[in-house]
């Protein structure tokens, strides 16, 4: 079969009007490699029929929902076929008194909650892009997550059920739509943070929850970063119940309390503490959580509303996504004690010219990084604060770099001892390489 | 070559005694159970409907003590299965006829507290509740709470994916695990995950855990603490029917309120615990709900008003506060019991571990006591309503001629319902030996298929734990090495790929 035959196919199972090809298709580029062609399939059956064919003609098929996490990972060996699930979008089950709900995993998280908020339940992940159309299958295959992962984890946490496309065609369920569930392997544990490289989610199941009915955030500034850090374990060792708890460093302090027109002082590490529950648990914890904040000499301003969803807007989406030339976007994970050593060498960056912005989900250890400079000065930057996140046993991964970024500096890092192993069961799921070849393992 | 006849080996004596020697080179003479008499306290674990005795027993001291047991087992092709304390339900840790059993007793050291980042690294033979004793002083615990807690040990609970009896507001095992150290059959020794979390590349230790014992030996496991509440609040609530109990609770949670235990037991149960350890239960009642609030105090306050009304609203009889910390252990105690309460009751019983979803709660139950008539045996009701985990148990007397068969294949039945009600067939006491019959009710082929991707993966020649979970056994198609065929875009003139 000639190229035009094999493409003509392939939109023939979608019908024309869902497939886009030549220039129409760059604009579905992953790392900047662009794709031969698009296809929206409409049912789980023309995913399945789209793999079969790929399969047969051993045609690599980069999997995504909105495309938002393009920068992520290697860019792809090969780029025959993008293939987006977002017509896939419906919520197919919600059973609120069992707070549990299925959703097609092309549906945007936006439109989730919007259908699961007349009963008063939320899926608790916030991740970032959400406004340009993040969608369930994206979020699970990235494990994204934001400030808010403090209180209910990430995806790992709450998805108890799939259903999922193999690179052969093979339409199968992992995990149950019950939230307790032991019955063979945990498949959708090795689906979260997969990237697209076992296979192609169609179908998701959820624990949820009720949505609090009142939040509040404070936030204060401290003298220095060991008393922030210092104020960071005190929170965490006391009775209170944080919803999110974010360390930022001072210039980001500075522009994301502007952006919610919160006044903040400069020069300053702060601290962001969200609480949400019934009002009164909500008023005394702030009380006790100013107290704490008081002891170790800072001064906590409280806010609430459009102020407050702002501000966390703000947190969620920095660093932002996409890469423009000249900027890295980094996620480290460290231990919670060893965040200021990474704010340290974000610091050390700055005074050598180096653009660097950090802001740290301080209970989970996990660091947000923005970085600007050449590619020359990227990389190095990359090189030191993985090593100072390694050091302390930790990971740094870039989640958005140039190219040349990437490749000097390396995606994952080390990816251990068991990389042997993933290998085994990427080759495992797909013998052919052909699920987003190259991007992860 | 296989035979009924149970003591027909394949290996022959003299092949067992040099393979015995080869274990005492790793393990040292101690190290190595051999002896008959010895063997037997292997032959099962809390399931003891079948028993079998293995070649060998081995307890190692160590990771490399493992390995060097792995790649022998590997290159003599023999099987092993790894033994914690032996309190599983399902038959796991059941030994195979010509293998090893691998107990993991003799590494119980709890290797690193490390309070500032709310971490704990043990070695699997740690007894869960030393998790909670060794942190405790520092206001934390560790959440996953089995019945069997104050002797099962952290490398069951892995294999397991063990809950408890407050996972509906605080996870079970796989929640609570963040890093393993594990022996891959063969001998290859990998770290999966750690003490920092989103480490790059796949989750295999959400995969290991809840594995069962079928993708190698763990031995090491981060685990995750938290810090205990401010406020505990416990209320035993008394219902004249179990559809009441089962209607309170999901009231409880469609009103918001997320409990950290949720939990009913029928008046059978409750008069053989109130026998056994005096919980203070009501004996005449047709089922009580234990509802434990925890959190912020002002928090807890607010939710308290909220279950008293449910709990009102469906009809409860009586509804009483544990006065203090003694009162509410003492609720907790009869609960914990409620198994080994039924040996008072019956000569025998049969555990099931169904899971179906909370709403279809009275629906089900309706069935297992239509059920229980239908086969005369009766069945005894504990569960954690909370989240839908039944733990229907069927009483019988091994004494009575087919009455174990029946006892099972009741059982089975209450499995069926409990997949149709669009559930599992078991929420944490895994499949082990015993339920693998079922998975096929619960997962298609292609299901399974998936499933064995990944056991292929850790376990080509199958030799961790073979036989159990799956149905049928599966073999291990050969992966990779496919020929290079021209690209269909470059035979078809594309020219060069990317």
């Keep these: 079969m000639g190229e035009s035959a094999i493409l003509k196919t392939l939109a023939g199972i979608v019908g024309g009007e869902n497939a886009l090809s030549g220039a129409w298709a760059e604009a579905y580029s992953v790392g900047g490699v662009a794709p031969r062609m698009v296809l929206f399939p409409g049912t789980v059956e023309e995913v399945s029929e789209i793999m079969k064919a790929a399969t047969r003609d051993s045609l690599s098929v980069l999997p995504m929902g909105s495309n938002t996490k393009r920068g992520l990972g290697d860019a792809p060996a090969r780029a025959d076929i993008a293939l987006s699930v977002k017509r896939l979008g419906r919520i197919l089950e919600h059973e609120s008194a069992d707070l549990v709900a299925t959703a097609e995993c092309g549906m945007t998280l936006a439109a989730l909650q919007e259908g699961l908020g007349g009963k008063g339940q939320f899926l608790p992940v916030d991740p970032p892009h959400v406004k340009e159309g993040a969608t369930l299958g994206g979020i699970i295959a990235s494990n994204d997550s934001g400030p808010e992962r403090l209180r209910y984890g990430t995806t790992r946490e709450l998805l108890i059920g799939m259903k999922a496309v193999r690179a052969d065609g093979t339409v199968f369920n992992g995990g149950a739509k019950v939230v307790k569930n032991v019955a063979g392997y945990d498949l959708p544990k090795l689906f979260v943070g997969s990237l697209g490289t076992l296979g192609i989610l169609v179908e998701a199941t959820f624990r949820l929850y009720p949505v609090p009915e009142y939040s509040r955030t404070c936030m204060a500034g401290f003298g220095s970063l060991e008393d922030s850090q210092a104020a960071v374990h005190a929170l965490l060792n006391s009775d209170v119940v944080m919803t999110s708890l974010e360390h930022l460093t001072p210039a980001l302090a500075v522009a994301a309390a502007e952006r919610a027109g919160i006044p903040a002082k400069r020069g300053r590490y702060h601290l962001a503490v969200r609480i949400a529950n019934v009002e009164k648990a909500v008023r005394d914890q702030m009380e006790h959580v100013r107290g704490i904040l008081k002891n170790h000499g800072a001064e906590a301003s409280v806010f609430e509303g459009d102020v407050e969803n702002s501000f966390w807007s703000g947190i969620r989406e920095f660093p932002g996504g996409a890469s423009e030339e000249g900027r890295a976007v980094l996620k480290a994970g460290v231990v919670i004690s060893e965040v200021p050593s990474v704010f340290k060498v974000i610091e050390m960056l700055r005074e050598g010219g180096v653009e660097a912005l950090a802001s740290a989900r301080a209970g989970n250890g996990m660091v947000m990084i923005e970085l600007g400079g050449d590619d020359h000065a990227l990389a190095g930057a990359i090189d030191s604060l993985r090593m100072v996140a390694e050091s302390g046993g930790g990971t740094l991964v870039i989640n958005d770099a140039p190219p040349g970024v990437k490749s000097a500096a390396g995606v994952w890092g080390d990816l251990g001892s068991a990389y042997g192993l993933m290998k085994r069961i990427k080759s495992g799921y797909d013998p052919l390489d052909i699920l987003n070849p190259g991007r992860l393992v | ?498």
């Design chain 2, 1 to 498: 070559m296989k035979s009924d006849d149970k003591s027909y080996h394949t290996r022959t004596p003299g092949w067992k005694h040099a393979f015995g020697k080869k274990l005492e080179n790793i393990l040292g003479k101690g190290g190595v159970v051999s002896a008959g008499d010895e063997l037997i306290a292997y032959d099962a674990d809390a399931l003891t409907g079948t028993r079998i005795i293995p070649m060998f027993v081995v307890l190692p001291e160590s990771a490399a003590q493992v390995s060097a047991v792995l790649g022998l087992c590997y290159e003599e092709e023999v099987p092993f299965v790894p033994r914690g304390a032996g309190t599983g339900l399902s038959g796991g840790a059941l030994p195979t006829e010509e293998g090893v059993v691998i107990s993991l007793s003799r590494m119980n050291r709890i290797l690193e507290v490390d309070i500032a980042n709310e971490r704990v690294v043990v070695e699997p033979g740690v007894v869960n509740i030393n998790v909670t004793k060794a942190v405790s002083p520092y206001g934390y615990y560790y959440a996953p709470d089995p019945s069997s807690q104050v002797v099962c040990t952290i490398g069951g609970n892995v294999a397991e994916n063990s809950g408890g009896v407050h996972c509906l507001k605080y996870g079970v095992t796989t929640n609570h695990v963040l890093g393993l150290e594990v022996v891959l059959p063969g001998g290859e020794i990998i770290e999966t995950g750690g003490k920092t979390l989103d480490r790059p590349g796949y989750d295999l230790t959400g995969l290991v855990v809840g594995s069962e014992g079928l993708l190698g030996i763990v031995t090491k496991v981060v685990l995750r603490i938290v810090r205990k509440p401010e406020t505990v609040k416990t209320f035993l609530a008394a219902f004249g029917r179990i559809e009441d109990a089962g209607a309170a609770v999901s009231g409880i949670t469609a009103r918001g309120v997320i409990p950290a235990g949720l939990e009913i037991m029928d008046n059978l149960c409750i008069r053989s615990v109130e026998e056994a350890v005096h919980a203070g239960y009501p004996v005449d009642a047709g089922s009580i709900l234990l509802v434990e609030l925890d959190g912020p105090a002002a928090g807890v306050e607010a939710e308290m008003p909220i279950v008293e009304d449910v709990l009102r609203e469906n009809n409860a009889t009586l509804i009483k506060m544990a006065r203090d910390a003694k009162e509410r252990d003492l609720f907790w105690k009869g609960r914990k019991n409620a198994f080994p309460a039924m040996g008072r009751v019956s000569s025998h019983y049969y555990v099931q571990d169904g899971v179906i979803p909370r709403s279809r709660l009275a629906e089900v139950l309706g069935k297992v006591e239509e059920l229980s008539r239908e086969y005369g045996l009766r069945v005894a009701n504990v569960f954690h309503a909370g989240d839908g985990n039944l733990h229907p148990l069927v009483l019988y007397s091994a004494a009575n001629e087919g009455e174990p068969e029946r006892a099972h294949e009741l059982a089975g039945k209450i499995l069926r319902a409990c997949v149709d009600a669009g559930g599992s067939i078991t929420g944490e006491h895994g499949v082990g030996n015993d339920k693998k019959v079922y998975m096929g009710e619960m997962f298609a082929e292609s299901d399974l298929d998936a499933m064995n991707v990944v056991r292929c993966s850790f376990d080509p020649k199958g030799l961790s734990n073979p036989g159990k979970v799956f149905p049928t056994p599966r073999t291990c198609v050969e992966q990779g090495a496919k020929p290079y065929t021209e690209h269909p875009l470059q035979k078809a003139g594309m020219g060069e790929m990317f």
